[in-house]
């Protein structure tokens, strides 16, 4: 019996304590938005000078055109409009979903995704090959040329060279490296 009333204290004394301890329950932390700022705008958080942001004076005469913006960069005329990192992984998942698509026969959906391949890793010889058998099967006999061409530039001893060859023996066109042109996109 002894025990369990000093069991019974214990327990009750502990629980004082930690309600003693505990912080209020509708105390809020405090927000940053309502305090006053502590440093103007173009001052450091970190000193009380101001920071200079303007370029340095003979800025124009070393660096010419720095003022200009990079080709695609709000010009609206550019050919560039989005960038595509290398991603080799982004590539064949592209190449695996195209292949879906080319299995139940929608060309046009394989296509697109074998195009999304090659802007993820742009000498995808894989992905040029199966452009061309798409482009092939869409009617599409100049596109499906280059891009046989394209394969074979890349591999041209790869596993699917001689399909590739036979294909362009199939659509009429002779059979030339193509060593300076790049493939249409």
């Known amino acids: 019996m ?21 912080p209020p ?8 938005d309502t305090e006053e700022p502590k440093t103007a705008p ?12 303007s370029p340095p004076k003979d800025d124009p005469k070393n660096h010419l055109n720095s ?33 879906y698509y080319f299995k139940l026969k929608n060309y046009k959906a394989a296509l697109a995704r074998y ?17 061309a058998k798409c482009y092939e099967k869409l009617d599409q006999p100049d596109d499906a040329v280059a891009h046989f061409k394209e394969y074979l530039r890349i591999l041209p001893q790869g596993p699917l060279s001689k399909d590739a060859r036979k294909a362009l023996n199939k659509l009429g066109a002779a059979e030339k490296q193509t060593s300076g042109k790049t493939p249409p996109k």
């Open 67 to 99: 003022g200009t913006a990079a080709p695609g960069f709000g010009d609206e005329s550019a050919d560039v409009h989005e960038l595509h990192p290398f991603n080799p992984y982004r590539a064949a998942k592209d190449n695996e979903v195209g292949d």
């Open 25 to 32: 329950a509708n105390d809020a932390p405090p927000r940053s």
């Open 115 to 131: 195009q999304d391949a090659l802007a993820f890793k742009e000498n995808d010889a894989l992905a040029n090959f199966k452009m």
């Open 42 to 53: 173009g001052e450091s958080s970190s000193r009380d000078t101001r920071i200079d942001l």
């Open 2 to 22: 002894r025990s369990l009333v000093l069991l019974a204290f214990l327990c009750l004394s502990g629980w004082v304590l930690a309600q003693q301890q505990a």
